[in-house]
């Protein structure tokens, strides 16, 4: 049974960047066809993908995020790393990292980490 673990800072002050890591276990970031992605649900608002990283280390972002955003993996820990530069308030969120099979669509979910933006 694979598992996601979301860690990270709770709080981030504006314009900083936001560092989260994403820990897998019960199976590899490598294994084909596997998509990793972060997305995230602000308060009272739907989920946004904000971007993904496969199996070989291909790279996707929202456009609306690419700007600000940066997927990276780390192998030999099997941990999926997530930036977000220049942050505001409305990056608060509760962010999340998924499992796709084939594709974006996650069929595994971490926990959820919340992060709160504030000076």
């Known amino acids: 049974q694979v598992q996601l673990q979301e860690s990270g800072p709770g709080l981030v002050k504006p314009s900083q960047t936001l560092s989260l890591t994403c820990t897998i276990s019960g199976g590899s970031i490598t294994t084909d066809y596997y998509y990793w992605s972060w997305i995230r649900q602000p308060p009272g608002k739907g989920l946004e993908w904000m971007g993904a990283?496969?199996?070989?280390?291909?790279?996707y972002y929202s456009p609306s995020l690419k700007s600000r955003t940066s997927i990276s993996r780390d192998t030999s820990k099997n941990q999926i790393t997530l930036q977000l530069t220049s942050v505001t308030p409305e990056d608060a969120a509760v962010y999340y990292c998924t499992r796709g099979s084939g594709s974006f669509e996650g069929d595994y979910w971490g926990q959820g980490t919340q992060v709160t933006v504030s000076s």
């Open positions: 990283i496969d199996y070989v280390g291909g790279t």
